[in-house]
């Protein structure tokens, strides 16, 4: 998958283009019919492809949303309204992001619908991983509503090809329904079908643990902790395990599907518009470009998703982890600390050599084994299991050379846990959606700034105007 390039599709879900000669390339939509795309499972094969590629155009910002909005990361400076409007908890609704994301999630649940429709009637005989298709099909469908009730609350549920004039009738449905109709049946459908793992070029696809990790965070989000367990259970027999560097994770000469690797949202850089942008973004800006220089990174430096100092603060200064996840600066060639003019911290977390600007090869990490038994030991630890719980939580401690920790109440237990999701996973875009699935928002984020209503990020307005029905797209409280 790191040498898949993106396939350019339209809304609707129809693939007209490709990059790369793996893929099929279709002719216009108007010179060829639907069914004519869909006949052989190559077809089938480079049609899921359509489905990463928007997620793939979504995830590009996806800190925005995980660590931005939290109070792990802010923008540090005066330089771009929006960012500050995100940090301050005063974002439009018709701000560009809140549009690409709506409509990124969209055409991926488009493409996916187009692609489940068609395999209903494929030859098996033809369509020889025809179950495989469906699996990662309806993976990524789950997926893509899971970030859209996460982000907007109740939306439009769509599970089959739906014409223009239908789509003005689709109402908000409930975000319950949606985890119960779609999300949950398609991760549960996709684990039955998808393979343990790839090989060659289809590295990096959707898997079998894959669908379990990502059904485990489903249940703990919606605090079914006995579901949970037993999810997550199955994730920590199914092979993985943790490196025993936590440098290693963002090491990007390394290979990055280890071990601890579960699923990412793949780029590759190369200059063929399919890298990402966090190396450029990341990275502040130093006199003559000196920090652009040592790291081997071109076109520039960001300046954003600065980590906060009481980031830095909160760890101990003997955990390694710290370093990675909020620096003051870098060691030299020459030994010497550079630190940075405006900016006080950054993240190393993404940080490889790019060729031209946010065309780096780095991924985004959307779950790795590390947060699977942190959460698996959450949900251990609700179900009245704290001893047991207390054995994966010292895990990842003491991977991360950190003394493990001893007996402890239910409670305390809890509260460590949630310290330890920080250190190990803070600017990976997990912080936002742990503070609300914990109830934690208004308690951590209320001083900050945050009213009630911000759990929720506002509806497009330009999809408001458009289907003009508050009965039928109404927009989230607070941002009228």
């Given amino acids: ?118 395999l209903e009637s ?92 990502i059904l485990g965070r489903v249940y703990m989000t919606r605090k079914d902790f006995v579901k949970a367990e037993a999810k997550l259970q199955e994730v920590t027999t199914s092979g993985y395990s943790l490196l025993a560097n936590y440098n290693d994770l963002f090491d990007y000469s390394k290979d990055e599907h280890h071990s601890e690797y579960i699923f990412d949202i793949e780029y590759q850089d190369g200059n063929l518009g399919a890298g990402s942008g966090f190396s450029n973004k990341f990275l502040p800006k130093s006199a003559n470009s000196a920090a652009e220089t040592f790291y081997g990174i071109k076109g520039g430096a960001g300046e954003q998703n600065t980590p906060t100092l009481a980031l830095f603060d909160s760890f101990d200064p003997k955990d390694p982890r710290r370093d990675v996840t909020v620096a003051k600066g870098y060691t030299d060639n020459n030994g010497a600390f550079q630190g940075f003019l405006q900016i006080a911290t950054f993240t190393k977390k993404y940080l490889a050599p790019t060729n031209s600007l946010n065309d780096s090869k780095v991924n985004w990490k959307v779950i790795r084994y590390a947060d699977v038994l942190l959460m698996y030991a959450e949900a251990l630890n609700e179900n009245g299991k704290t001893d047991i719980a207390l054995t994966y939580l010292n895990q990842v401690r003491t991977r991360a050379k950190m003394p493990a920790y001893t007996t402890m109440t239910k409670d305390e237990l809890r509260t460590n846990i949630y310290k330890e999701r920080i250190y190990e996973l803070s600017m990976e875009g997990v912080r936002w959606f742990d503070l609300a699935r914990t109830n934690r928002l208004e308690s951590v984020m209320g001083p900050l700034g945050l009213k009630p209503f911000n759990a929720l990020f506002p509806i497009p307005l330009v999809e408001i105007q458009i289907i003009n029905n508050p009965s039928i797209l109404p927009q989230n409280p607070g941002y009228s």
């Fill in 1 to 118: 998958m790191k040498k898949i390039v993106c396939l350019a599709a339209m809304a609707t879900g129809l693939t007209l283009a490709s990059c790369q000669k793996s893929f099929i390339e279709l002719n216009p939509i108007s010179t060829v019919s639907v069914d004519a795309i869909y006949k052989t499972d190559k077809d089938f094969q480079d049609a899921v492809v359509g489905i990463y590629s928007s997620l793939r155009n979504q995830y590009q910002d996806f800190w925005i949303f995980g660590d931005l909005r939290s109070d792990g990361s802010w923008h540090a400076l005066g330089n771009d309204a929006f960012l500050i409007s995100v940090d301050k908890f005063n974002m439009n609704s018709d701000a560009n992001l809140m549009i690409s994301t709506w409509r990124n999630y969209y055409s991926a649940i488009n493409r996916a619908n187009l692609v489940l429709s068609k």
């Fill in 122 to 213: 494929a030859d098996p005989a033809v369509v020889t991983n025809r179950d495989r298709h469906i699996g990662e099909a309806k993976f990524l469908r789950a997926f893509a509503y899971f970030d859209l009730v996460r982000i907007f609350g109740d939306v439009p549920l769509n599970t089959a090809p739906t014409s223009i004039e239908a789509g003005y009738t689709k109402v908000r449905e409930k975000a319950d329904k949606i985890y119960e109709e779609v999300i949950i049946k398609d991760l549960m459908d996709a684990e039955a079908k998808l393979p343990a793992k790839y090989t060659g070029v289809d590295v990096g696809r959707a898997t079998k643990g894959a669908a379990k990790a």
